[in-house]
């Protein structure tokens, strides 16, 4: 099981690279087996071509070392926190994504402007609240993680498949690390998307509510028929 695990993690970080949401090693992408609560995740500073899934560091939910040579992320804090908060999640990615990356740093977030966002979420994307000198100081890659639960909570992490980290880069989630890599994909559409259409229009209005629950609804809800059954 954890032999797949780490399987799953090597081609999601790799799928980083493939989509051109990470350059050099600026990301990476972690899962969980949570029948015994270890985490599969990319070890620091590795560039994606090189990794094997043996290069994969496992850690438990506190971040100790269950098995692997090399160091885990230096990020794996923030992914334990969203593990920890959510038993939904079962992977994780961050990236500095561009387009998304120019909204973290613009200390935006994203509003629902059309229905590939919609798609995605029938929510605006969430910017996380600033941190403390104390949370960076002592702290900082737990206290990102619990800034992105307390961003995320209110709707849980089903609506809302991601966040913005205040001036950082957005991380992204879903049920199993494909989900979460494809999930941090439509995002950076999204974020490209919402930008590039500011700019034709500072004044552009939100998409309206109907449309808005109507794509969502199709693609998540109860009696979703996007795609096939």
Same mark, same amino acid.
């Given at each position: $099981?954890?032999?797949?695990?780490? +399987?799953? *993690?090597? *081609?999601?970080n790799r799928a980083l690279s493939t989509h051109g949401l990470a350059t050099l090693t600026w990301g990476n992408a972690s899962g969980i087996d949570r029948g015994s609560? *270890? *985490?599969?995740?990319?070890?620091?500073?590795v560039a994606y071509e090189e990794l094997t899934a043996d290069d994969i560091v496992l850690v438990d939910l506190d971040g100790r070392l269950v098995e692997g040579d090399r160091r885990p992320s230096t990020d794996t804090p923030t992914h334990l926190s969203l593990y920890q908060a959510f038993d939904e999640i079962g992977g994780v990615v961050h990236s500095h994504s561009t387009w998304a990356t120019a909204w973290a740093q613009a200390q935006r977030e994203i509003p629902v402007l059309g229905t590939t966002h919609a798609d995605l979420s029938a929510h605006p994307i969430p910017l996380t609240r600033p941190l403390t000198e104390s949370e960076v100081s002592d702290s900082y890659e737990a206290s990102t993680g619990a800034a992105l639960v307390e961003a995320v909570s209110a709707r849980g992490p089903a609506e809302l498949p991601g966040a913005l980290v205040r001036s950082h880069a957005p991380f992204c989630w879903g049920k199993d690390p494909s989900s979460a890599v494809e999930n941090a994909v439509t995002l950076e559409e999204v974020a +490209? $998307?919402?930008?590039?259409?500011?700019?034709? &229009?500072?004044?552009?209005?939100?998409?309206? &509510?109907?449309?808005?629950?109507?794509?969502?609804? +199709?693609?998540?809800?109860?009696?979703a028929y996007y795609g096939q059954l």
């Open positions: $099981m954890l032999e797949e695990l780490r +399987r799953e *993690v090597l *081609v999601a609560g *270890v *985490v599969a995740i990319k070890p620091s500073g +490209r $998307m919402a930008l590039l259409t500011l700019l034709l &229009d500072p004044h552009a209005a939100p998409v309206a &509510d109907t449309i808005r629950s109507k794509h969502f609804e +199709r693609k998540h809800g109860p009696a």
